[in-house]
């Protein structure tokens, strides 16, 4: 089975114009990715051209542009055929629903909570607080995907709000950055396995994890089939985190893709393409032959 197209399911996109589209990082100070090596989203549509990725989710910079998601919904306007978009809100405003309904009449496909990342470390204590309960359920009525920037620290919480909002899909990006270094069994990483049990949880398998599956006593070729065996293929797409790491996008895809090569081709159709059409429905139609509602 050929994969005749490839969907990245987390890249970025930094306008220039910071007049109309003005700074606003969380955490206070801009990402030092986002003010080194920014990517207009007609850079990204040319980097995608010659990596020969078919389609993008343009994951919104939070450590640019905080909660306002208007690049994001200008990428998906301009190029709707090759770009899907996921928004992030501060959950736990008053208004937080009727901005989420905002963002998805502009166009935008997914939500994501940031709980963490390079201007926000640690693990926020707010993915389980009950203010947040609105968009969860607006999430789960209207099958809005919600991915979450978070690390292992937050999984209890997680777990809490799994069993008051069963039906939600969650995506975790960097597969909620586990520490692999230890190698196998990967006993530091069991609060991410024991999310297996939990059939909504889909991974985002990224340059990140790759990195990390690489560190220490651990190596790809150990740790993707365990990861795998547990979730499934059906259940982890790639993103290549396109330009916050480091590297042309080609580049990036080509590490995913050797690390990916021990894989059975089924599995590979999954991860890099028909995954992200579960979670996104405005990702472009399949074309690879395989049935994405196959069990």
């Known amino acids: 089975m050929e994969i005749l197209d490839i969907i990245d399911t987390h890249t970025?996109?930094?306008?220039?114009?910071?007049?109309?589209?003005?700074?606003?990082?969380?955490?206070?100070?801009?990402?030092?990715?986002?003010?080194k090596?920014?990517?207009?989203?007609?850079?990204?549509?040319?980097?995608?051209?010659?990596?020969?990725?078919?389609?993008?989710?343009?994951?919104?910079?939070s450590t640019a542009y905080g909660n306002d998601n208007s690049y994001v919904a200008a990428a998906v306007k301009a190029h709707p055929d090759r770009f899907s978009g996921v928004f992030s809100i501060d959950v736990l405003a008053a208004d937080a629903v009727a901005q989420m309904r905002r963002w998805l009449d502009a166009g935008l496909s997914?939500?994501?909570?940031?709980?963490?990342?390079?201007?926000?470390?640690?693990?926020?204590?707010?993915?389980?607080?009950?203010?947040?309960?609105?968009?969860?359920d607006y999430a789960q009525a209207h099958k809005v995907s919600i991915c979450l920037?978070?690390?292992?620290?937050?999984?209890?919480?997680?777990?809490?709000?799994?069993?008051?909002?069963?039906?939600?899909?969650?995506?975790?990006?960097?597969?909620?950055r586990p520490d692999?270094?230890?190698?196998?069994?990967?006993?530091?990483?069991?609060?991410?396995?024991?999310?297996?049990?939990?059939?909504?949880?889909?991974?985002?398998?990224t340059s990140r994890t790759i990195g990390e599956a690489a560190r220490g006593a651990s190596t790809p070729q150990a740790f993707l089939p365990l990861l795998v065996g547990a979730f499934g293929a059906r259940r982890i797409a790639w993103g290549s985190n396109f330009p916050a790491a480091e590297g042309a996008l080609s580049a990036l895809l080509a590490e995913a893709e050797a690390c990916l090569s021990i894989l059975p081709e089924t599995d590979r159709t999954w991860i890099f393409s028909n995954t992200a059409r579960r979670l996104y429905a405005s990702a472009a139609p399949q074309r690879s032959g395989a049935d994405e509602n196959e069990e």
């Open 149 to 176: 920037q978070m690390t292992a620290d937050g999984i209890p919480a997680l777990r809490g709000m799994l069993g008051r909002f069963p039906e939600v899909r969650v995506l975790l990006d960097h597969l909620a």
């Open 110 to 136: 997914g939500l994501r909570l940031f709980t963490t990342g390079s201007t926000m470390p640690g693990q926020a204590g707010w993915l389980d607080d009950e203010r947040s309960f609105p968009v969860w």
């Open 180 to 205: 692999l270094a230890g190698g196998p069994p990967y006993d530091a990483a069991a609060p991410l396995f024991g999310l297996a049990e939990e059939p909504n949880v889909y991974l985002k398998l």
């Open 37 to 61: 090596r920014p990517v207009t989203y007609d850079a990204l549509l040319a980097a995608m051209d010659e990596a020969g990725i078919t389609h993008a989710v343009v994951v919104q910079a």
């Open 12 to 35: 970025h996109a930094i306008s220039a114009d910071t007049q109309r589209y003005p700074l606003a990082p969380v955490g206070g100070h801009q990402s030092d990715w986002s003010r």
